[in-house]
């Protein structure tokens, strides 16, 4: 993967500063290093996107801390100290000295990726974690080593998943398929309001979605609203290849998708490296959060 750094602290300096020197300096980074979204893009293209980014940002904080008695010009946005990637980006002071902490993703990509423990925490079940404990790994591997077949491996690892399906299914059946309050916290905390830094408590905390170049691009994701319901989970066939955990929320009109993954190819000794789908290696989860409703695919 590229590393946008570079473009990613342009970006959040334009919320803060001077956009047309910051965007002409993003115009001018290799396609590879810049983000997704800024690839494409002519430098007034960029122009235009990190201003309506900015304002739409001060108009949400003119709007929702100062009932518009202020111009959204005058809501001053000031970089943050935190130099972790994941951290919030900039931050508003308020009169009475309380932060307000901001973080924009700029395009729709992935949005993190969680461990297996995080993941038992948010549903309440270490369904997957067991089904895919090392144990049951190392004998994949022996197997695999008798018979490099990877389609074997495959039917053995839809298998174990098919049954941890039924379990999970089974499971939220029983809570009426919704997250409880504590679990809709827990998934709100480490899914959409995680700086990454557990120690940063925000006075308030405002994320942001950049996908296209208009004011109706930009969406804040709301939490502590409503409840999330989690959709039944499709068995692995034919047709269905991956591993998906879709909730929703009807109230404040998010997505999230969690799909169970295998980041890198597993090394065997003396076999060299097989493909990560085998799952032969420790599992992940990569999550997505859509700031609208759609069918889940």
């Given at each position: 993967?590229?590393?946008?750094?570079?473009?990613?602290?342009?970006?959040?300096?334009?919320?803060?500063?001077?956009?047309?020197?910051?965007?002409?300096?993003?115009?001018?980074?290799?396609?590879?290093?810049?983000?997704?979204?800024?690839?494409?893009?002519?430098?007034?293209?960029?122009?235009?996107?990190?201003?309506?980014?900015?304002?739409?940002?001060?108009?949400?904080?003119?709007?929702?801390?100062?009932?518009?008695?202020?111009?959204?010009?005058?809501?001053?946005?000031?970089?943050?100290?935190?130099?972790?990637?994941?951290?919030?980006?900039?931050?508003?002071?308020?009169?009475?000295?309380?932060?307000?902490?901001?973080?924009?993703?700029?395009?729709?990509?992935?949005?993190?990726?969680?461990?297996?423990?995080?993941?038992?925490?948010?549903?309440?079940?270490?369904?997957?974690?067991?089904?895919?404990?090392?144990?049951?790994?190392?004998?994949?591997?022996?197997?695999?080593?008798?018979?490099?077949?990877?389609?074997?491996?495959?039917?053995?690892?839809?298998?174990?998943?098919?049954?941890?399906?039924?379990?999970?299914?089974?499971?939220?059946?029983?809570?009426?398929?919704?997250?409880?309050?504590?679990?809709?916290?827990?998934?709100?905390?480490?899914?959409?309001?995680?700086?990454?830094?557990?120690?940063?408590?925000?006075?308030?905390?405002?994320?942001?979605?950049?996908?296209?170049?208009?004011?109706?691009?930009?969406?804040?994701?709301?939490?502590?609203?409503?409840?999330?319901?989690?959709?039944?989970?499709?068995?692995?066939?034919?047709?269905?290849?991956?591993?998906?955990?879709?909730?929703?929320?009807?109230?404040?009109?998010?997505?999230?998708?969690?799909?169970?993954?295998?980041?890198?190819?597993?090394?065997?000794?003396?076999?060299?490296?097989?493909?990560?789908?085998l799952g032969l290696g420790a599992p992940s989860w990569n999550v997505w959060v859509d700031a609208e409703l759609a069918e889940p695919a």
């Amino acid at each position: 993967m590229a590393d946008v750094d570079k473009c990613v602290r342009e970006c959040e300096a334009a919320l803060c500063d001077g956009v047309e020197l910051h965007a002409k300096n993003i115009f001018q980074l290799p396609a590879a290093q810049k983000v997704r979204l800024l690839r494409d893009k002519t430098e007034q293209q960029i122009i235009t996107i990190l201003k309506n980014c900015k304002q739409a940002i001060q108009i949400q904080i003119a709007t929702e801390f100062y009932s518009n008695k202020i111009a959204f010009g005058d809501v001053k946005l000031e970089k943050s100290s935190n130099d972790n990637r994941d951290g919030a980006d900039v931050f508003h002071k308020l009169p009475n000295g309380k932060i307000i902490d901001v973080e924009v993703k700029f395009g729709a990509e992935t949005n993190k990726a969680i461990g297996m423990a995080q993941f038992t925490q948010i549903f309440g079940s270490n369904i997957f974690t067991e089904a895919l404990n090392p144990s049951q790994r190392r004998e994949w591997i022996e197997l695999y080593k008798q018979n490099p077949d990877s389609e074997a491996q495959l039917k053995r690892l839809a298998d174990v998943l098919n049954v941890a399906i039924d379990k999970f299914n089974d499971l939220n059946f029983h809570k009426n398929y919704t997250l409880t309050s504590d679990e809709q916290l827990a998934m709100e905390r480490v899914i959409i309001n995680n700086s990454g830094d557990n120690r940063r408590q925000s006075d308030h905390y405002l994320k942001f979605i950049v996908e296209g170049t208009s004011f109706r691009d930009l969406k804040k994701l709301p939490t502590g609203l409503g409840t999330w319901t989690i959709l039944k989970v499709k068995k692995l066939d034919a047709t269905t290849k991956r591993l998906n955990v879709f909730v929703i929320n009807q109230t404040t009109s998010l997505q999230i998708k969690y799909t169970l993954n295998w980041k890198n190819n597993y090394q065997i000794p003396g076999r060299g490296k097989v493909s990560a789908k085998l799952g032969l290696g420790a599992p992940s989860w990569n999550v997505w959060v859509d700031a609208e409703l759609a069918e889940p695919a």
